[in-house]
């Protein structure tokens, strides 16, 4: 089931680019190759700076509600 699963994606004589001529095959899976790449690079950089800008956000959110009670007319 997994060689079957795999041969529909990346298999070039299974898949739907069987038909097409080998230069061409070989042209389209390179881009795809490339675009999957990207993403995954994209995906994988967006985790790592998520957190820090969650962190920084509630630092940030923090400063605002103490600079706000500080400022309202109850405490003074």
């Not at 079957?4 to 739907?16: F, H, K, P, R």
């Not at 097409?20 to 995906?43: D, G, R, Y």
Request: net charge negative; hydrophobic share 60%; proline share 3%.
């Amino acid at each position: 089931m997994i060689r079957d699963l795999y041969n529909i994606v990346m298999n070039a004589d299974y898949n739907g680019i069987a038909n097409l001529p080998n230069m061409v095959k070989f042209q389209l899976m390179i881009i795809l190759s490339f675009m999957w790449s990207i993403i995954f690079t994209l995906m994988i950089g967006s985790f790592l700076v998520l957190g820090p800008t969650i962190v920084l956000h509630v630092f940030f959110l923090i400063g605002v509600y103490f600079t706000s009670e500080i400022f309202s007319d109850k405490i003074i």
